[in-house]
Each structure stands twice: as C-alpha cells, then as structure tokens.
C-alpha cells in the first residue's frame, strides 16, 4: 500500500499504528523470517515503552505512522533490534524502506530546530503544518531539505567514474548546490571543479529523496565536450574513463538503490555487448 504523508494526526482509533523509532539513528525493527518489520503498536507495551520527539508522519493504508526517539537506557523487547537504514535495504519492504527515509528526516529535523536560529528562544512545533515557531520573534522553520545533482558524463562509450577520499569504490560526479545556481550550472562547475572538464548535452535522468541526512538527489546524463582531466586533490583519489569491459570490479559497491547505482546500471545496459 502507498503512503501518503502528513503532518496532522488523525483522530484516535483502535486501528494498531506504525512505529519508526530511532536511537542514535539507527532504527528498530522486529526480527520475521526472510528479513525484518516495522513494529506496530501492538509490538509494544505503550506503559513500558518510554519515547521522545514523536511525530505524526502519514497512514499506510488506514494505518497511521509516528515516528520517535527511543529514549536510551530502556531494554529492547527480545525480537527487535536496531539496525542502520543503509544495512535493512532488502530486508524490510521497498514502501516501508521509503518511509523510515521520510521518519529520519523528521527526527532530525526536530532535534536540530530546538532552538530559534534567529533570537536563539526555544521553539514549539505547529499543530497544522510541519514546522517549528519562535514564539518570540515568530520566526519559522521547516525541514531542511538539500538538492545534490549527480552525473554520469560518457565519452563514446566510456562512462567517467571518481573515487573519493571517504569510500573505497567508484561512482559518478556528485555536488550540492549553490545558493542562485540553476541545476545547468551547478553540474557544469562540479564536472569542472572535480575533474576539470567541460560538459554538453545535458539531459534529466531522475531524482531520488536521500535522507542520510536530508539531500534530495537531482541525476543527470550529459556528454563530456573538451579538456583533460585533472582531479580534485583535496576530494578525489582517482578518475578515469571505463567502458562496460573495463568498469572495476567495485562498480557494485554503491548500493542497488541509490540513483548513482542506477546511472552506472543504465550506461550498463545501452552498452553491452550483445
């Protein structure tokens, strides 16, 4: 069933609720055969079960979704444990993976909005929309979300895949966005900025919402157009161009549902030997 997000509680009913809880971002999930779940509320004992930060975040069918911090210090019932969101891709289902990616967000959103940024007063959160007032100043915030876009730059039929400085497998260009940079400029200065060539025929390839912690990845298609490449030192610990037959062995690394595994797939697949 699809969710549908949403700020507002429903009213109370005896339908059982799910629950995204988190501690230390990592989230809790019930061991099942095949995999893990998403607790309900009829997982837990509610008068043992101490939470913190709870927000409404939308209904799975007719079944509402809060999200919550885990209070430390309180045991773990015997058939859940917490895993990170990265480690439970293919264990949980595809729809419930999406929503602990929206439910992260929220609980990062309140714990790093406590405060006002303009006048420093604590906030409250509004009771009709998903964000935060200063009831001093009336300043108001609302979750953070931070546009990335993500290349694959071919070359006939050469794809250009980096390894940067904090992972040990190859992937695309990647960059966030600058304040008053349309999407065009910001890919044309990372492929500049990063390996130090120029780029044309850019075309849209998709988007994906990325919440480690709050990024929403923009992925392009372009073809390189002139200049040598020369690296970012201070970034990237290589670059260089790869047919299908040549692509490291680690172009499995990034994982199969990020958007940078999805353009490495689909250069892949129109390249292939038949």
Request: hydrophobic share 35%; proline share 5%.
């Amino acid at each position: 069933m699809n969710f549908k997000s949403g700020c507002v509680p429903p009213e109370q009913t005896d339908e059982p609720v799910y629950y995204f809880l988190f501690q230390q971002n990592k989230l809790l999930v019930k061991k099942v055969d095949g995999g893990f779940a998403i607790p309900s509320s009829d997982d837990l004992d509610s008068s043992k079960t101490k939470l913190t930060n709870r927000h409404y975040i939308g209904n799975i069918g007719e079944q509402a979704c809060y999200t919550a911090v885990y209070a430390d210090g309180q045991l773990v019932p015997g058939n859940m444990e917490f895993q990170g969101l990265m480690d439970l891709y293919g264990q949980i289902e595809d729809n419930m993976f999406r929503v602990a990616g929206c439910a992260i967000q929220i609980i990062t959103w309140d714990e790093t909005h406590q405060f006002c940024g303009k006048c420093g007063e604590p906030t409250v959160t509004k009771a009709d929309e998903r964000a935060k007032v200063c009831p001093k100043c009336g300043y108001m915030s609302f979750p953070r979300l931070s546009p990335a876009v993500i290349l694959s730059i071919t070359k006939g039929d050469k794809i250009l895949l980096v390894k940067n400085l904090k992972t040990d497998f190859y992937t695309v260009v990647a960059g966030f966005v600058e304040a008053g940079e349309t999407l065009e400029e910001c890919l044309k200065r990372e492929a500049r900025e990063e390996v130090g060539i120029e780029i044309k025929n850019i075309t849209y390839f998709g988007n994906q919402p990325w919440p480690f912690p709050h990024s929403l990845m923009l992925a392009f298609n372009a073809e390189y157009d002139k200049g040598d490449l020369n690296i970012e030192r201070n970034e990237l610990l290589h670059a260089d161009w790869y047919t299908v037959d040549d692509i490291p062995r680690i172009k499995l690394k990034p994982i199969p549902f990020s958007i940078a595994r999805k353009l490495i797939s689909s250069f892949i697949e129109k390249n292939k030997h038949s």
